[in-house]
């Protein structure tokens, strides 16, 4: 079993930065990746970012390329998603998660296990 503990979230206004830690533990894989997802109200849990635990590899989503950044310390087991220029339509409840695959993908149901959430909410 993985435990993964999300913090960070908050609220900020439109253009402020907030920074997201996931923390894991419990069993670890050798390799693997870990996602961020997000979820609005009324919307279905989409897409962020992912990074590979062993080559730092990331993908983004268009909607958060060059205002995200994801990153990790393998010592800590932890990642980061730094989160700057934040648009109230980032607001949403972000949670990270944990592939059993070096390999991150886009696809919710690719994930193993995942983290109770943190909310970021934006404001105009």
């Known amino acids: 079993q993985v435990q993964l503990v999300e913090s960070g979230g908050g609220l900020v206004q439109a253009g402020d930065s907030l920074r997201l830690s996931c923390a894991a533990s419990?069993?670890?894989?050798?390799?693997?990746?870990m996602g961020w997802f997000r979820q609005a109200p009324g919307k279905e849990r989409e897409f962020v970012a992912t990074?590979?635990?062993?080559?730092?590899?990331?993908y983004y989503a268009d909607s958060v390329k060059g205002r995200f950044t994801s990153s990790r310390d393998t010592a800590k087991n932890t990642v980061y998603l730094q989160m700057n220029s934040l648009k109230p339509e980032d607001t949403a409840v972000y949670y990270c998660?944990?592939?059993?695959?070096?390999?991150?993908?886009?696809?919710?149901?690719?994930?193993?296990?995942w983290g109770q959430g943190t909310q970021v909410t934006v404001s105009s």
């Open positions: 990074i590979s635990r062993s080559s730092g590899m990331t």
């Open positions: 419990g069993r670890t894989f050798s390799r693997y990746a």
């Open positions: 998660a944990v592939r059993d695959h070096p390999l991150g993908v886009t696809r919710v149901t690719e994930y193993d296990y």
